[in-house]
């Protein structure tokens, strides 16, 4: 099992930016795959991007080139920069961890077995 607490989340208007942090704890062994996923009020929840062990990332299309995840692990942290917000962002903001690994990992939300509590992010027109 692993705890996953969100941070960063806030209102912004559109082209602005705004860097979520995830902190990792409670883990008996680290995750190879992270991610974050985010659901809007009546939507499913969709995944944004992901990274592994080494690093390798994967993103949605809709944020691919606005959207950056990247990891320190030294410290257990999860970040995704996000930059040129738009209104179609807005959304709860949740960090993810597959703690089964089958041995890929990108955004899917089903590939996920664990995640936090959400962070919200607004951002206006």
């Known amino acids: 099992q692993v705890h996953l607490v969100e941070s960063g989340g806030g209102s912004v208007q559109a082209e602005g930016s705004l860097r979520l942090s995830c902190e990792v704890s409670?883990?008996?062994?680290?995750?190879?795959?992270m991610g974050w996923l985010r659901q809007a009020p009546g939507k499913e929840r969709e995944g944004v991007a992901s990274?592994?062990?080494?690093?390798?990332?994967t993103y949605a299309k809709s944020v691919k080139g606005r959207f950056t995840i990247s990891k320190d692990d030294a410290k257990d942290i999860l970040y995704l920069q996000m930059n040129n917000l738009k209104p179609e962002d807005t959304a709860m903001y949740y960090c993810a961890a597959d703690l089964k690994y089958a041995g890929f990992c990108d955004e899917r939300p089903e590939i996920f077995t664990d995640w936090g509590q959400g962070t919200q992010v607004t951002v206006s027109s």
């Open positions: 990274i592994d062990s080494d690093g390798t990332t």
């Open positions: 409670g883990y008996t062994y680290k995750s190879e795959c």
